[in-house]
């Protein structure tokens, strides 16, 4: 018989109303279905969706399409041009709606150290520019760019890539924000931090996270949700336990948007110095999406990620590839297998 797409949608309509009835009636069951109903369409149904599962539909091409469940947007623009490839990426997302007029945005890149960005360890600045000018274009003039580095002085840090003269040439704050007044905040919910020193500027202001598209010897990858690190006092508050204390973190602070410099990045570990040309600039209002893309950019499942995989059972975003819908560049296209430091699969076991 064959079946026309009013039938097929009529067909669907029910296998949907079945599966909600199952679901209702069985939620303490884990199972899984992959069924055929027609020549178009193919059903992937997920259950316990505590776990953060869902009903899948999946077309003849594997691309999936989820019910019941946020399908997070990430835009991958290659491109030669930074600051154009970042301000690309922030109008396919529509970045604007992420913020409220009047409101203070502060930018955080990655400052680890002072060594210049072309060395794959710290944000390129032509990324910070192109967010600044996006958000000027869209009306935001309330803007910090904020960093507290770990192994160097701020300042200097942002005098050798460039940070001082972007804010004096867009009129924008800078600060070090380990100098900053720190608060000290109860987590509410945290699993391995209970209580944390953070800088007053971060907890008053919407935070736009920029990282730097890095291998991490601990955390397999350091990118957005990693990088929020840096508003904290002392650093080494977040050892031990890394992992759950990043998504603790992240899950007080919540970045609104996540901007990866991708056009040098970082390989065999966090302050190797060795980089790797990707030219790629990945952005997307879900930092836990962002991550997972980051992380295939890389080679590196987000699967293997243990702070991206608990961000995503805590609800803080999608970790799972076939959440994601990717604009622009196809990650095929743009990926670059980074090498890493055998000492990064000790993570594998902090679990």
């Known amino acids: 018989m064959v079946m026309n797409i009013y039938d097929e949608l009529m067909l669907l309509r029910v296998y949907i109303v079945v599966c909600y009835i199952s679901l209702r009636a069985s939620t303490y069951l884990k199972w899984s279905i992959c069924r055929q109903i027609s020549t178009n369409i193919y059903i992937v149904s997920y259950f316990k969706l505590s776990e953060g599962e869902a009903i899948y539909l999946r077309n003849p091409r ?194 609104r948007l996540a901007v990866v410099d991708g056009i040098i990045g970082g390989e065999v570990h966090e302050t190797a110095h060795q980089p790797v040309k990707v030219g790629v600039v990945i952005a997307g209002l879900d930092p836990v999406a962002v991550d997972s893309v980051a992380s295939m950019v890389m080679g590196i499942d987000p699967m293997d990620v243990p702070h991206l995989r608990e961000a995503e059972n805590r609800g803080l975003g999608v970790c799972d590839p076939r959440s994601i819908r990717v604009i622009g560049a196809r990650i095929e296209d743009v990926k670059v297998k980074f090498k890493r430091s055998y000492i990064s699969f000790i993570s594998f076991f902090e679990r």
Do not use: Q, W
């Open 62 to 255: 594997n691309i999936p399409c989820l019910i019941g469940m946020r399908v997070s947007e990430v835009a991958i623009i290659k491109s030669d041009d930074p600051i154009e490839a970042t301000i690309e990426a922030l109008e396919a997302i529509d970045a604007s709606k992420a913020f409220k007029l009047g409101e203070k945005i502060l930018i955080k890149p990655n400052y680890i150290d002072s060594s210049h960005p072309s060395l794959g360890v710290t944000t390129d600045a032509r990324i910070v520019e192109g967010i600044v000018r996006y958000l000027k274009n869209t009306g935001f003039n309330r803007i910090i760019i904020g960093e507290g580095s770990g192994f160097a002085d701020t300042m200097e840090a942002f005098r050798v890539a460039g940070i001082d003269k972007i804010a004096e040439r867009y009129g924008v704050d800078i600060i070090d924000l380990n100098m900053d007044e720190y608060v000290e905040v109860d987590v509410h919910g945290g699993k391995a931090l209970k209580k944390v020193r953070i800088a007053k500027t971060a907890l008053e202001s919407a935070i736009v996270s920029v990282p730097k598209l890095k291998v991490h010897r601990l955390a397999v990858v350091t990118l957005s949700l990693k990088n929020l690190m840096g508003v904290v006092s002392p650093k080494g508050a977040m050892h031990g336990r890394l992992n759950t204390k990043i998504v603790d973190l992240a899950m007080l602070l919540k970045p």
